[in-house]
T-cell receptor, first 115, second 110 residues
Framework: GAGVSQTPSNKVTEKGKYVELRCDPI?????LYWYRQSLGQGPEFLIY????????DSGLPNDRFFAVRPEGSVSTLKIQRTERGDSAVYLC?????????????FGQGTRLTVV | GQQLNQSPQSMFIQEGEDVSMNCTSS?????WLWYKQDPREGPVLLIA?????ELTSNGRLTAQFGITRKDSFLNISASIPSDVGIYFC??????????FGAGTQVVVTP
């Protein structure tokens, strides 16, 4: 498809487990963003990639969170030793800053539930 | 995390009425964006604003980038049932990093 794709759409995991969330951006988009959205709130920034490098990871809440984008396209958000407070919707967005300025297009999100 | 101040928090309106919501910030942004989010979906971009004072329309939607670059509003004219959803404002820095408001829940009754 032409949009941002995130997998899985839902993930239930036990406290303490490791999870990986995947994002396929729009083809050709060089900028990729991860956000986290808690119930009743707006999305909150986690990390931004320009190409393969993390240009800004100031939103990652602690060192249990890590993200990679090794080939400048697909990105994976990794969460170690999950806690119940990590439960949220994790959103990925991409943009082609060369054409659309700062406009970002979002995927449908991965709903993570830690039990 | 810090968010923009978006109001109102919710609106219950009748079909055909106009809707207005706004967003303010203590920080200056170089881009303001408005998104709509349906349940279990990601936010969908409605309007992007790039210049202070800019007024932009998209169908029945009109949005303005405040002259101080610290605020924006969104108007929806002649609301219809499919306008129901949560509307988010977002301010963007130079790198496209977005700071969101808490959202305005719009409910449209026939």
């Amino acid at each position: 498809g032409a949009g941002v794709s995130q997998t899985p759409s839902n993930k239930v995991t036990e406290k303490g487990k490791y999870v990986e969330l995947r994002c396929d951006p729009i083809s050709g988009h060089t900028a990729l963003y991860w956000y986290r959205q808690s119930l009743g709130q707006g999305p909150e920034f986690l990390i931004y990639f320009q190409g393969t490098g993390a240009a800004d990871d100031s939103g990652l809440p602690n060192d249990r969170f890590f993200a990679v984008r090794p080939e400048g396209s697909v990105s994976t958000l990794k969460i170690q030793r999950t806690e119940r407070g990590d439960s949220a919707v994790y959103l990925c967005a991409s943009s082609d800053r060369a054409w659309r300025g700062n406009e970002a297009f979002f995927g449908q999100g991965t709903r993570l539930t830690v039990v | 995390g810090q968010q923009l101040n978006q109001s109102p928090q919710s609106m219950f309106i009748q079909e055909g009425e106009d809707v207005s919501m706004n967003c303010t910030s203590s920080s200056i942004f170089n881009t303001w964006l408005w998104y709509k989010q349906d349940p279990r979906e990601g936010p969908v971009l409605l309007i992007a604003l790039y210049k202070a004072g800019e007024l932009t329309s998209n169908g029945r939607l009109t949005a303005q980038f405040g002259i101080t670059r610290k605020d924006s509003f969104l108007n929806i004219s002649a609301s219809i049932p499919s306008d129901v959803g949560i509307y988010f404002c977002a301010g963007s820095d130079s790198w496209g990093k977005l700071q969101f408001g808490a959202g305005t829940q719009v409910v449209v009754t026939p």
